[in-house]
């Protein structure tokens, strides 16, 4: 998948599992001569016509039962391709013409400006064809020219004649709403610059966008440029094309990798529909005005791309996460290694935008806009109370640590991998053989208590904090088998507040001699200093125990306390 194979498309095609295709754009050879890279365009007549025959018979054998097929193709062939195709077992739903006057010269006839574009489904009555998403429809002549209220807000279909002038391409003109889409010439910006027979993306684009859905499978068999996959991979589908040509194959491959999705399609944007605001009596006379001569509607469409683009983009994220969130949240799997480096995997696949940290801030973005709520979360994210216990003092002191180094929040943390490695290197070295997601969902919990331990913390009373005593003694010390904070401090100032569960447990934990090089790196360097311990048996829960931290932390100012507990 997501890849040009070099080969014939028959074969190709017939090794796809059948019915797994969505969508089937095929440009073929018109058998007219063409010099292509490595094809010979022309056949006789009737191995023409069987040629096509196989190559059609693989498109209905790979494409699933609701899967559509377009076909573009010159005069030459069009009446027999189409007639072929229904033999095979297709339905006509639109013949299309795409009619461009900046057309191929003839010097004994009329000057070839058109092609024609064939939509057939497998079933009359099942398939995609989405009609009523307001990226699918033009403005109609009511709204467009005479702002007419009786128009269908929502705009209309497009008809079956696509049209270009080159003098329009900047799309309508007063009076008509036609969609105009170009041709791609020698001298467009849209070129790839290696295949003369390049479709136009904003045409591809309207095709793959009304005939399929996000994530679905769009083939194209006759590859070439790549543009159908270029459209298909920025409009968030997944797509495979054939060539017979290594030389298209690899430019079809470099032109796929340097797209994301969400990118804008080339060619100027379609006036494609937005929720326009209701037109007043007294506007419906006189059109919308231009601005530098170009129809208000245009200044939408713009605008209208963007926010696709944007929502394309988007969406390939969500799809990302519902695929590697293993039913967890999303807090979850940004702070889960393993669980983030398949969500980054899935993003990196669909060649979303960024890096591993935007996609994290993207999903964070979304989540607080609930954006992910019907993505169910079926797993239990948050540490227990007796896990965050073992290494909440561990993740704090690192969150602080990282912030005074200049990280601006928890969640730039989180969401970018180094700095989340740095995070993990400091909280394991005051918490050693825990689990590296724990320090994170502990820093995570941390911040979501914080604002109920600020206000618990009014309603407590702390009691007096034990005489102070050599850190490096203190485990010789029997402490109370009882919840209640500890201190570490020098004789100036106070370095850190803890709680724990079980104030003897912590010491025994976190105290030892070979631990106490750990504790000395909070001394400032430049000071001599000698660090000691001091704790107050206070009891509760572990709520009530971060109230009471909380209390500790407003009293002494500790320097390596997390902010958000100060009251």
């Known amino acids: 998948m997501n890849s040009v194979v070099l080969g014939d498309c028959v074969a190709g095609m017939r090794a796809l599992a059948a019915g797994s295709v969505d969508l089937v754009?095929?440009?073929?050879?018109?058998?007219?001569?063409?010099?292509?890279?490595?094809?010979?365009?022309?056949?006789?007549?009737?191995?023409?016509?069987?040629?096509?025959?196989?190559?059609?018979?693989?498109?209905?054998?790979?494409?699933?039962?609701?899967?559509?097929?377009?076909?573009?193709?010159?005069?030459?062939?069009?009446?027999?391709?189409?007639?072929?195709?229904?033999?095979?077992?297709?339905?006509?739903?639109?013949?299309?013409?795409?009619?461009?006057?900046?057309?191929?010269?003839?010097?004994?006839?009329?000057?070839?400006?058109?092609?024609?574009?064939?939509?057939?489904?497998?079933?009359?009555?099942?398939?995609?064809?989405?009609?009523?998403?307001?990226?699918?429809?033009?403005?109609?002549?009511?709204?467009?020219?005479?702002?007419?209220?009786?128009?269908?807000?929502?705009?209309?279909?497009?008809?079956?004649?696509?049209?270009?002038?080159?003098?329009?391409?900047?799309?309508?003109?007063?009076?008509?709403?036609?969609?105009?889409?170009?041709?791609?010439?020698?001298?467009?910006?849209?070129?790839?610059?290696?295949?003369?027979?390049?479709?136009?993306?904003?045409?591809?684009?309207?095709?793959?966008?009304?005939?399929?859905?996000?994530?679905?499978?769009?083939?194209?068999?006759?590859?070439?440029?790549?543009?159908?996959l270029?459209?298909?991979?920025?409009?968030?589908?997944?797509?495979?094309?054939?060539?017979?040509?290594?030389?298209?194959?690899?430019?079809?491959?470099?032109?796929?990798?340097?797209?994301?999705?969400?990118?804008?399609?080339?060619?100027?944007?379609?006036?494609?529909?937005?929720?326009?605001?209701?037109?007043?009596?007294?506007?419906?006379?006189?059109?919308?005005?231009?601005?530098?001569?170009?129809?208000?509607?245009?200044?939408?469409?713009?605008?209208?791309?963007?926010?696709?683009?944007?929502?394309?983009a988007e969406r390939g994220l969500i799809e990302a996460f519902a695929a590697a969130c293993d039913g967890y949240s999303a807090d979850r799997v940004v702070a889960d290694p393993e669980l983030n480096a398949a969500f980054a995997a899935r993003c990196r696949a669909i060649a979303l935008p960024g890096s591993e940290r935007d996609w994290n801030h993207y999903l964070f973005n979304l989540r607080k806009a609930g954006k992910l709520a019907e993505i169910k979360t079926a797993k239990r994210s948050e540490l227990s109370w007796e896990d965050f216990d073992r290494v909440s003092f561990a993740s704090e002191i690192a969150l602080k640590q990282m912030m005074d180094a200049g990280a601006e929040s928890l969640d730039e943390i989180l969401c970018d991998p180094q700095l989340a490695a740095q995070f993990d290197a400091i909280a394991v070295r005051f918490a050693p053989d825990a689990q590296t997601v724990n320090y994170r969902l502990a820093a995570l919990k941390l911040r979501k208590e914080a604002k109920n331990a600020r206000t618990r913390a009014q309603l407590l009373k702390i009691g007096r904090l034990s005489k102070a005593m050599a850190l490096n003694e203190v485990r010789k010390i029997s402490l109370p088998d009882a919840g209640g904070i500890f201190v570490v401090q020098t004789d100036r100032e106070s370095l850190y507040v803890g709680e724990a569960l079980n104030l003897q447990g912590r010491v025994q934990a976190s105290f030892q001699k070979n631990s106490m090089s750990v504790w000395e790196t909070l001394l400032d360097s430049k000071k001599k200093q000698t660090l000691s311990f001091s704790y107050c048996q206070t009891g509760g829960d572990k709520r009530d125990l971060l109230g009471y931290q909380s209390k500790f932390i407003e009293k002494l100012k500790p320097r390596y306390n997390f902010e958000l507990f100060r009251t």
């Open 230 to 312: 270029a459209v298909a991979k920025k409009l968030g589908r997944r797509y495979l094309g054939f060539d017979l040509s290594p030389e298209y194959v690899e430019r079809g491959e470099s032109r796929l990798a340097g797209i994301r999705v969400g990118d804008r399609l080339d060619g100027d944007a379609e006036p494609l529909m937005s929720a326009p605001s209701t037109v007043s009596k007294s506007q419906r006379s006189s059109p919308k005005k231009k601005k530098n001569g170009v129809p208000a509607v245009f200044a939408e469409a713009e605008a209208n791309a963007e926010t696709r683009s944007l929502a394309i």
């Open 25 to 228: 754009f095929a440009d073929p050879p018109f058998n007219i001569g063409y010099d292509y890279d490595v094809y010979h365009d022309r056949q006789e007549h009737e191995a023409y016509l069987a040629w096509s025959k196989q190559w059609i018979g693989a498109v209905h054998r790979a494409l699933k039962p609701d899967g559509s097929f377009w076909l573009a193709i010159g005069d030459e062939y069009a009446a027999e391709l189409k007639i072929i195709s229904q033999e095979i077992g297709f339905h006509t739903r639109s013949w299309v013409i795409w009619y461009y006057t900046f057309g191929v010269n003839c010097k004994q006839k009329f000057t070839r400006s058109h092609a024609h574009l064939f939509y057939f489904v497998k079933d009359r009555a099942k398939f995609t064809f989405r009609a009523d998403e307001l990226e699918n429809r033009i403005p109609s002549a009511r709204q467009l020219v005479y702002n007419d209220s009786r128009g269908n807000p929502n705009g209309r279909l497009p008809d079956d004649t696509w049209i270009l002038r080159p003098q329009d391409s900047a799309g309508f003109t007063a009076g008509e709403d036609t969609w105009y889409i170009p041709r791609v010439a020698g001298t467009f910006k849209e070129r790839a610059g290696f295949h003369g027979c390049q479709m136009p993306e904003q045409l591809l684009g309207r095709i793959i966008r009304v005939c399929s859905n996000s994530g679905e499978l769009v083939v194209d068999p006759f590859s070439g440029s790549a543009t159908t």
